[in-house]
């Protein structure tokens, strides 16, 4: 028993006690809950210095955090067996989704991401984020793993479709998230050793074969990624200034509102994808390690929860969503430590903009609604 | 037939937990690889990252030092300092820039023409930058704008420092002026030195002391953001940055004496000419006048093309540095020094006279020499000879000392050289010789000394010119009877800050040699006698010191041998030029001078009167007595 009745003991221990026990009735996790806490404050510190004071756009934050918190409570009183049957309807309809994107999508910042509802601004692409690796998920749910050859094909099928619709908008980015999604929740399936080294070798294929359909501006970041001194005022000016941003910002950082990379506007995109460069010029390598590791303790609360589910759908799509949140983190810090090309990936929590909070938080809704009625489902 | 397989959940669940752990430890790979990416650029290469990031934040304003000032040798301001005012607009600020534009027309601050180009200049601006839209704006204008000036938002009126000649165009031929930087000027001055730096030295003083005058610029760091408009405070970061103070350019003091600088130009106003007055006694030029002259101001504040223009295509040659780059024929202001290579050489014996019948030719040779206006001057002796200017002495007596020896004997005098004053643009005449001929002409036929060519050298005609630099130059020689000093402008440099002058040492180029000091007293007898009885009587009536001189007439038209020379018949730009040298007193000479006016007629009636005046403003005290020697 983990929560045994106390009656006894100190005044705080009562009080935690009884703190443990509201979170369990409402289906919480308390240290990832506070994990993400923690992360989202830090974030909204960092947010105000990186958006030049801007007290709207952290408050606009603060709201989405709100509306993000409020899916992760209600996805957590889901019941899972009802979350699985609805999984095939909700892959449908963000496809079709993605569908009315591509055909009438509203034209915004190049690119077609938006379907405009009026009152906010939708993209259907964020959906696919949770839908991909939830179908993925549903299918093997019944079938034996690791996964057969049949199997791996309808799955490639079923994630490749909406990665295409999303990466012609085109939002690499996003695609190649959804794509890790699904792609994780294969190879959490069981996916065998020798077959996943034969797949990496098909998409370097791929890749090659890929970039003769890039757009200019998509080729352009890989090769600038590859040597961004090549073009130092064009493309390779993103990542030459993050690069002096953090380097500058050396141990301990120039502190906050002080980085003046990013309150001098060096650094592009300094409130959205680049905010961890702001992150190590104005807090140092010691603020960066302090958010990797509040990242890390979440991402590894998060898979100890996905291998305490019971049944295949639960386990599948919990890891999935846990391992996804690092691949967040870790393609965002490296393509602005330069490791990784430029694509538009935001750092999950911290960045401000797009719907991708509310869609984390519910994501984290559903890995916690898994979790807590592991004893519901299963054998 | 492929195996039924069925689910087994526990060795799913294993399967799974293998998985993870992968994942797990891939992770932990990854954020390991992130951390080292990390410590490269925080740690390892932290400095580097700091160097660029701070030349990315600062920018350096440059300060522009303060010119230093040119004074008279009596401490008199010649070029200063003034602000100019220029109205300046900030695009970003300007409502409606065409419509603003249109009013500054309305209000007479624009040229109409001019709005088309001023827009696009504004617009292809940054969006923050003041854009200078009218240069020097008189203190009407900027009367007229400041009390509109509500109706302008955007719009303001600035400050900068130009060149201010107080003087106008006095002595603009020594002094020079500063104009905006050219190509040519970029050459050969040091970019960085001059960031921030609008004008530089052109001529004359201002251009030979630039170094001495430009100072050392400071700077202001600035804060800058990223489309380089400069900031005070953003975010928590200030504008806390260093400065640099500007070291003020140091003042130069002149050896020109503007009271006599002022007496030479009204003198010479109205002509065509030069007048270099020195002190013989260490090279000083105590004035230095070409005329016609221009405003210097002009440049220092941006001179139109029309302007311009005006200038290059005035007849008179305003821009035309006549005492320092003018070469003319002497005339007969060489006679004295012909007289004294006679005397040293033994040629001729000064008491031995010689009969002028108002003509000279050659042994062998029917060409006729004329004297000046067919005077018939009789019997002269040497003292004679220079004193009424006899030609058919002259042409004798050169005849008899020969070509290359009277060469020879006047380059001392600084005949054919420059001078070597501080000044650059200065130009050299031509002290004809055998030698020189050679060297000098391509054709063979024209390389060859011809006898006759002697015999006009020895009136200062023919091959042989020299500035009016040059003569006064000479003059002063005979003035100290021997001694060389290079002529110089700027006496001393003067600290701006404390006053405290700093002399420069006058420069000897040492002695004529070989000239005994019983004939230098008989040729400067012959001088005194110039102005006492001889061509410059009526110039030296009633002077109360005594002094020497010489006229000079140096012939532009060429009269033929049957015509007579009548200056008002001919063009008035063809008439002869007028010389006249002189020093003063004749015993211990303080001042010596060239005058020369083109174009004036002889050297009696035009040069010799200026000389005069300059003579008794440097001499004279109020009361028209002697000053005594300081």
């Not at chain 2, 088309?116 to 240069?135: A, C, Q």
């Not at chain 2, 021997?482 to 006053?499: K, Y």
């Not at chain 2, 400067?524 to 010191?545: D, E, K, N, S, W």
């Amino acid at each position: 028993m983990i929560y045994e009745e106390v009656t006894s003991g100190s005044r705080t221990r009562r009080t935690l006690t009884g703190a443990a026990r509201v979170l369990f009735a409402l289906k919480i996790d308390g240290p990832l809950v506070i994990g993400l806490a923690l992360i989202a404050a830090f974030g909204l510190v960092v947010l105000y210095s990186a958006s030049g004071q801007s007290l709207s756009t952290v408050l606009r934050t603060a709201a989405r955090f709100v509306l993000g918190t409020a899916a992760m409570l209600l996805l957590a009183q889901v019941n899972p067996n009802f979350l699985r049957r609805s999984t095939p309807w909700l892959y449908l309809a963000g496809c079709v989704l993605l569908l009315v994107v591509a055909a009438a999508g509203h034209v915004g910042l190049g690119a077609q991401r938006w379907l405009d509802l009026k009152l906010f601004r939708f993209q259907p692409s964020e959906l696919m984020k949770l839908a991909v690796p939830m179908m993925c998920a549903w299918y093997l749910h019944e079938r034996p793993l690791p996964p057969s050859w049949g199997s791996l094909g309808a799955l490639a099928g079923l994630i490749l479709l909406p990665v295409a619709l999303v990466a012609v908008e085109p939002d690499l980015g996003t695609a190649a998230l959804i794509a890790a999604a699904g792609a994780l929740v294969i190879v959490l399936g069981g996916l065998r050793t020798r077959v996943m080294v034969g797949l990496l070798g098909l998409a370097a294929v791929g890749a090659f074969f890929g970039w003769n359909f890039m757009h200019d501006y998509q080729r352009k970041r890989v090769l600038t990624f590859l040597n961004p001194q090549t073009d130092p005022l064009g493309a390779g000016y993103h990542i030459i200034q993050s690069q002096i941003a953090i380097g500058s910002g050396g141990v301990f950082g120039k502190g906050w509102m002080n980085g003046s990379q990013a309150q001098l506007e060096f650094l592009p995109e300094r409130s959205t994808d680049f905010i961890f460069a702001v992150i190590g010029e104005e807090f140092g390598l010691l603020g960066l390690l302090l958010l990797l590791s509040l990242y890390l303790f979440v991402v590894s609360r998060a898979v100890y929860l996905a291998t305490q589910t019971q049944d295949t759908f639960a386990r599948l799509l919990a890891g999935s969503l846990a391992l996804t949140f690092f691949v967040y983190v870790f393609i965002n810090a490296g393509m602005v430590t330069g490791l990784l090309p430029v694509v538009g990936v935001p750092l999950p929590l911290v960045s401000y903009g797009g719907s991708s909070v509310v869609t984390l938080l519910a994501g984290f809704g559903i890995l916690m609604a898994l979790y807590s009625r592991r004893k519901l489902i299963g054998s | 037939m492929p195996a039924v397989r069925i689910k087994d959940h526990w060795r799913e669940q294993r399967l799974f937990d293998q998985r993870a752990i992968v994942c797990a430890a891939l992770m932990a790979l990854a954020t390991l690889g992130l951390i080292v990416r990390l410590y490269v650029l925080q740690v390892a290469r932290h400095d580097y990252y700091s160097d660029l990031s701070q030349g990315n934040r600062v920018r350096n304003e440059p300060i522009p030092a303060a010119r230093g000032l040119i004074l008279d040798r009596h401490g008199e301001v010649i070029a200063g300092n003034q602000p100019a005012y220029q109205l300046e607009l900030v695009p970003e600020e300007v409502p409606d820039l065409s419509d603003t534009l249109a009013r500054l027309v309305a209000l007479g601050l624009l040229r109409d023409d001019d709005v088309d180009e001023l827009e696009r200049t504004i617009e292809s601006s940054r969006r923050f930058d003041s854009v200078p839209i009218r240069l020097r704006m008189s203190d009407e204008d900027v009367a007229r704008f400041a009390v509109r000036r509500f109706e302008f938002p955007g719009l303001d009126i600035k400050t900068r420092q130009t060149r201010f000649y107080p003087n106008g165009a006095l002595a603009v031929h020594a002094l020079g002026y500063v104009g905006a930087i050219s190509e040519q000027d970029l050459k050969h001055i040091d970019r960085a030195s001059y960031a921030g730096t609008a004008l530089i030295g052109k001529l004359g003083v201002e251009s030979a002391y630039e170094h001495e005058l430009h100072g050392v610029n400071g700077f202001r760091e600035v804060l800058v953001n990223a489309q380089g408009r400069s900031v005070e405070r953003q975010g928590a970061l200030l504008a806390e940055l260093h400065t640099k103070a500007p070291t003020a350019g140091g003042d130069l003091v002149l050896s020109i004496d503007l009271k006599i600088q002022r007496v030479a130009e009204a003198a010479l106003a109205g002509h065509r000419g030069a007048v270099v007055a020195l002190d013989p006694n260490n090279g000083d030029v105590l004035a230095l006048v070409s005329l016609p002259g221009f405003d210097p101001t002009l440049f220092g504040r941006g001179i139109t093309a029309g302007e311009y223009n005006q200038l290059q295509s005035d007849i008179d040659r305003p821009l035309f540095n006549r005492a320092l780059r003018g070469t003319y024929p002497p005339g007969s202001t060489v006679k004295p020094v012909i007289a004294l290579a006679g005397l040293t050489y033994h040629v001729v014996d000064p008491e031995a006279h010689r009969y002028c019948a108002g003509s000279f030719h050659l042994p062998g040779s029917s060409f006729i020499y004329r004297e000046y206006h067919n005077e018939h001057h009789g019997a002269v002796n040497l003292d004679d000879a220079i004193a009424r200017s006899c030609d058919v002495y002259f042409y004798g007596l050169a005849n008899e000392i020969g070509v290359d020896r009277i060469s020879a004997f006047m380059a001392p005098f600084g005949f054919g050289a420059l001078t070597g004053i501080d000044v650059s643009g200065e130009k050299a005449g031509i002290l004809p010789s055998r030698d020189w001929k050679q060297k000098t002409f391509a054709r063979p036929a024209d390389r060859i000394w011809f006898p006759g060519e002697t015999v006009s050298f020895g009136i200062g005609q023919g091959y042989l010119t020299v500035t009016p630099l040059e003569l006064a130059h000479y003059a002063s020689v005979l003035a100290t009877r021997g001694h060389i000093w290079q002529p110089r402008l700027v006496r001393a440099h003067r600290d701006p800050r404390s006053g405290a002058l700093q002399p420069l040492a006058p420069v000897s180029q040492g002695e004529v040699p070989g000239v005994s000091a019983e004939d230098w007293q008989r040729i400067v007898h012959g001088m005194i006698g110039v102005t006492q009885r001889g061509t410059a009587a009526a110039v030296g009536l009633h002077a109360p010191y005594v002094f020497a001189g010489k006229t000079g007439t140096a012939q532009v038209y060429t009269v033929s041998r049957t015509e007579k020379y009548n200056a008002s018949k001919i063009n008035e730009r063809l008439r002869d030029h007028s010389w006249f040298i002189a020093f003063a007193p004749a015993d211990a000479p303080r001042i010596a001078v060239a005058v020369l006016q083109e174009n004036g007629g002889a050297g009696a009636s035009a040069a010799a009167p200026i000389a005069r005046k300059v003579l008794d403003a440097y001499l004279l005290d109020g009361d028209g007595k002697v000053k005594p020697s300081s």
